[in-house]
């Protein structure tokens, strides 16, 4: 009964990375279009050749890295919390906020883009679960909070652009943080409760300068270091929200 459990949860976790694959692939193309495809020449590509990573039947190319990552990972997370962390939560919820997180990290990490569409589906999955672990009261206090602070910085950020860009010839086009930041941030106050978001944006700013430092060195290391470049936000927010809530 243990293996079948553990191979069930396996079996969901891999068909849940390709959902998460099949969202960060098609969510941010304009228009929409349903259709799985390649990823390197945009060929069709049949559902069940998308899901088992199958090589491309046009330019005969298998899947890129990021989705064989996902495939590995997202099965991980599944294993991870099934074994490991607080069961008070339904298991299918831990399902979903899995998928919701990943499907945000990985469009903002390729696009630099937070989804209106999938902050709005966010907030009602994160609500909910907020909801259900300590009431509407800690969920509508920590998304005000998560939004107040964030927007606070989104400002902040906007000035600071316009300050550089008066000393510059050279102009400043990226602020540190964008709107959906800031979105994803109420999102993450309603799950997380304000003592929740306190904690995972204090942890997101450290875990943000710390990857910001690493990257500065990198790049002068390798003289391809361009003065303020931004980095995308959401996936510190959502790596510092893991640490927090998924104990």
């Known amino acids: 009964m243990l293996l079948i459990t553990f191979l069930l949860v396996l079996v969901a976790g891999f068909l849940a990375g390709q959902l998460v694959n099949y969202l960060a692939d098609i969510l941010p193309r304009r228009p929409v279009k349903f259709t799985t ?58 399902a979903l906020l899995i998928v919701y997180l990943a499907t945000v990290f990985l469009i903002d990490l390729e696009h630099r883009l937070v989804l209106h569409s999938t902050s709005l589906v966010g907030f009602i999955l994160c609500g909910y679960i907020g909801y259900t672990q300590f009431g ?10 998560g939004f107040a602070i964030m927007y606070i910085l989104y400002l902040f950020g906007i000035l ?15 602020v540190a943080l964008g709107f959906g930041d800031v979105t994803l941030a109420t999102v ?23 990857i910001s430092g690493v990257y500065v060195i990198v790049t002068m290391l390798r003289k391809q270091h361009k003065a303020f470049t931004a980095l995308p936000y959401a996936p510190f927010l959502i790596l510092s929200f893991m640490a927090v809530f998924f104990r």
């Open 188 to 210: 993450l106050g309603a799950v997380s409760g304000f003592t929740g978001i306190i904690s995972v944006l204090l942890l997101g700013i450290i875990l943000g300068g710390l």
């Open 37 to 94: 495809y390649c990823s390197f020449c945009e060929h069709p590509r049949k559902g069940w050749r998308y899901i088992l990573l199958q090589r491309c039947s046009n330019c005969f190319r298998f899947p890129d890295l990021r989705h064989w990552l996902v495939a590995i990972v997202i099965p991980l997370l599944f294993l991870y919390t099934h074994y490991f962390v607080n069961r008070s939560l339904p298991y299918m919820l831990w």
């Open 160 to 174: 600071f652009v316009k300050v550089i860009n008066k000393r510059r010839e050279e102009k400043v086009e990226e």
């Open 136 to 145: 509407i009261a800690q969920v509508l206090f920590g998304a005000f909070t």
